[in-house]
Structures are given as C-alpha cells and as structure tokens.
C-alpha cells in the first residue's frame, strides 16, 4: 500500500535573507519563514534541529571545548608535534593529520585539526565523536533519527560522509521505494562555497538553480511511488558577508598575559573564549577585551538567551562574540580570511535560518529547535527526569 512520505532537504547555510533574494523553490513550497538559529557554529545549530535542544542542553557550542585532565589528544599530540612546523601548518597535511587523528582515537563524527596548535591540543577535547546522524549519535537528548528508530518508520538518511551528488543520487533512489516513509537528504556545499566567495557572487544563485532543480526532481519522483509526499527544505543558520578582520590573539597577548601560565584560550572565527589559571588575569583581560569596539563580552544573561550557558565553563569562562561582518584572523580555525562567515549573534538577521514547505506551517515554528518536531509530525512534548525536552508522543 502507497502511504504519505516526509522529504526533508537540508541546505547548509541557506539563510532567509539569501533565500527570499533568490526566490528560492517559492512554487514547490510556498510557505515559509525565517528560523532564528542558536549561538555556535554548525556543530551546535545541526543538533539543535535535530533535537529540539539548545547547545546547553546538547552539550555542543564549538567544536572544541577546555579539559586538559581528559584530553583525547595526550598520546597523538606528542607525536604530531614531532612534525617540522611549516610542515604541520598546510592544509592538505592538516586534512590528512585530521584523518590519521579520527581514525586512531576512534572518533566516527566531523573532525578537523583546522589551526589548532598542535602544542595546545592536549588543553582541549571535541564534541562531535560520534555519527551525529546515528541513532543515540545525541545522548542524551533524542534525536529525530531516535524517534524514528522508536516508531519503526522505514527512512532514509543522507551520509554526511558522500558528496552531494552521491547523496542526490541515493535520495532519488530511496524516494521510489513504496515502504520508505522518510527521507532525510544532506547538503553542505553552499555553506563551503559562500565561505570562498560571499553570500552575493554569481555562483551562489547557480548553486540554488542547482538545488532547486534536484529537489523537484526528487518530489516529482516521490509523487510517483506514494499517496502523499510533504516536502520540507530548511537550513540551520544563515550567512553574513565579512568586512573587516581583527586579531584578537595579538591585541590579548599585547597584554603581558601568558598563554598556559596564566590563561588558556580558543580563537574560533567569531569567538574568542578564555580559561583562567592565575588571579587577575580575568580581570586584565576582560578589561582589554571591553575596550574592543567590535564585539563584546556575553554575560551570563545573554548566554542564556541564547541557550548556551554552561555552569562548568568548558567552553569559556569568558566568552568574547565579535560584530557581524567581522572575522578572527589569525584564528584556530584558520590563518587566511573568509568571504562569508556565520557564528555570529543569533539576532543578527543574517544568521537567520530558514524553512520552506509545500503545506501550511503552523506558529510554532519559530526557531530551528521547533525543527525536530515539524519533522517527526507530532507536537505533544513532555520532560524528561533530567530535565530535557523529550517527545511523548508520536504520530509517524
């Protein structure tokens, strides 16, 4: 029997902004709306859609976070740093030093070195171990692919791992089987690509072309093998060209602060975050940092609003967010600059995200954590023991 099937497309980035500029799938699903996204980066926005939770809740704001007493990268730092040093500084070693690194210590998510001096790597521990695509790739929080896993639907799910045209081509084989009953299609290359050339240059609205052209194909062959098939496209945050760039690395040190005597810090691209060792070190630094006039220290306030208050601190005890627009260069995410960044504030109406549907959308859908139950097609949420969200119902 032909029964209802759930296409869900994610697109990497594609905020609201850049969609509605673009026109973007307006007649195959004409009702949308902008998502406002979560403080962090795309380790934290892609769980937050999955789950339904904030970073604090599902323990992800940047790839890399303080534990110098449980550091994974002890025993593997000392030997990448026998490597000469401008050796270990290019990319393409540091993309196979990424492979070597995730294949010894085990890890089966997204890892990459990027910048990350490999004398400070034993200071800091990644989130993103495990598949976060897999059943329990989440814990504790459940994922949909746990709701799904619960309620026995037959569905499919892109590999992060493959290429968009491999991930196209497997959709559009799933979609035509009568028993899948959803399907989950990935697509990061917007993202890489608006990071090279901006969010306004011509080969962002060909990439779109592009998209739009698989995702009807995909539907129209849906619509072949089943009753009813909803289509869902969305995103987890958007994108905000770079204008200028600050060394906030250099302007730190310019204090007389040592890095590893008396603090400990993470230059991510947006973000500068910082761990104290000595007394008074806090206070000098923070004080440099307010002096700064492009960006600010969030308080504990602001974190909360923006989900992404850790009472351990172990992604900084001070946290510095620079202005859109702005970019950390040198950073640990990278030495050069970039086109487009995202990371930045989630009132930023650039970073807003998006989703498009191909039926009506009710008010809940207001940010991406409201994502994972639009995709499970239930709206009864109860809470857990610990505290977190958890559906107790489901109409799959």
């Keep these: 029997m032909r029964e209802t099937l759930d296409l869900h497309v994610f697109i990497d980035a594609l905020g609201w902004r850049i969609s509605q500029a673009h026109g973007f799938l307006e007649e195959s699903a004409p009702y949308r709306r902008p998502l406002r996204t979560v403080l962090g980066y795309s380790c934290a926005a892609v769980p937050s859609l999955l789950t339904g939770c904030t970073p604090s809740e599902h323990g992800r704001l940047s790839f890399y976070y303080y534990a110098p007493d449980d550091s994974p990268f002890r025993g593997v730092s000392r030997m990448l740093r026998l490597l000469p040093s401008p050796l270990a500084r290019r990319g393409r070693v540091r993309r196979y030093l990424s492979r070597f690194v995730a294949r010894r210590l085990g890890f089966t998510g997204y890892f990459q070195l990027y910048n990350v001096p490999l ?58 089987l009568p ?66 760039h600050c060394d906030v690395e250099g302007v730190v040190e310019s204090t007389g602060m040592r890095f590893g005597t008396d603090y400990v810090a993470f230059y991510d691209s947006t973000m500068a975050r910082f761990w104290y060792l000595r007394q008074g070190a806090r206070a000098t630094i923070e004080r440099c940092l307010r002096a700064l006039s492009y960006g600010s220290v969030l308080n504990d306030a602001q974190l909360e609003e923006f989900g992404a208050h850790f009472p351990d601190r172990r992604f900084g005890e001070t946290v510095f967010l620079v202005d859109p627009g702005w970019l950390i260069v040198p950073s640990f995410m990278g030495r050069t600059g970039l086109a487009a960044m995202h990371g930045y ?9 998006m989703i498009a549907c191909s039926e009506p959308i009710g008010p809940h859908l207001r940010s991406i954590t409201d994502v994972r139950d639009h995709m499970s097609g239930h709206r009864t949420i109860g809470l857990r023991e610990d505290g977190l969200r958890a559906p107790v119902a489901c109409s799959l």
């Design 179 to 244: 028993q899948t009953r959803w399907a989950f299609v990935y697509l990061p290359g917007l993202d890489g690509l608006m990071h090279a050339v901006g969010t306004k240059d011509s080969e962002v609205g060909k990439r779109l072309t592009f998209y739009e052209g698989w995702i009807r194909r995909l539907y129209k062959a849906a619509r072949r093998h089943h009753d009813h098939v909803r289509l869902t496209v969305m995103s987890d945050h958007g994108m905000t060209d770079v204008t200028r």
């Design 345 to 353: 504030s989630p009132d930023d109406a650039d970073a807003d995200a």
């Design 119 to 176: 004398k400070h790597l034993p200071l800091f521990a990644t989130c993103e171990t495990g598949d976060i695509f897999a059943p329990r790739g989440l814990h504790p929080c459940r994922s949909i692919f746990d709701v799904l896993g619960d309620a026995q639907v037959a569905y499919h799910c892109s590999n992060w791992r493959s290429d968009e045209g491999t991930n196209l081509l497997a959709a559009l084989s799933a979609v035509t």
